[in-house]
């Protein structure tokens, strides 16, 4: 049975850091990409980060590039985003993804509140 489930999520205040972590499971989680991606209310789902099967290459979207970093351990079969430099508009709910070629697996979400 597959899972991914995601951990780490809550309220932050603006400045503050995040780490979340996605543990997976029922997959060959070293053979996957692994991404994060976000759905802030009335918005569509999007990609934030994602890094390769080896850990060896990653990218981010514009708008994290800089403040968030993204990690896997393929031993551990978890993946993390740290998140640092929070900004209200970061306020999303995050979800892991495994993908490779037509397999494509999500985790059910973490909350992220970045408020005053």
């Known amino acids: 049975q597959v899972q991914l489930v995601e951990s780490g999520g809550g309220l932050v205040q603006p400045g503050g850091s995040l780490r979340l972590s996605c543990a997976a499971s029922g997959f060959t989680f070293s053979m996957y990409t692994m991404s994060w991606y976000r759905q802030a209310p009335g918005k569509e789902r999007e990609l934030v980060a994602a890094?390769?099967?080896?850990?060896?290459?990653?990218n981010y979207a514009d708008s994290v590039k800089g403040r968030f970093t993204i990690s896997r351990d393929n031993a551990k079969n978890t993946v993390d985003l740290q998140m640092n430099s929070l900004k209200p508009e970061d306020t999303a709910v995050y979800y892991c993804k495994g993908i490779r070629f037509s397999h494509n697996y999500w985790g059910q979400g973490t909350q992220v509140t970045v408020s005053s």
């Open positions: 890094i390769t099967s080896a850990g060896d290459s990653t």
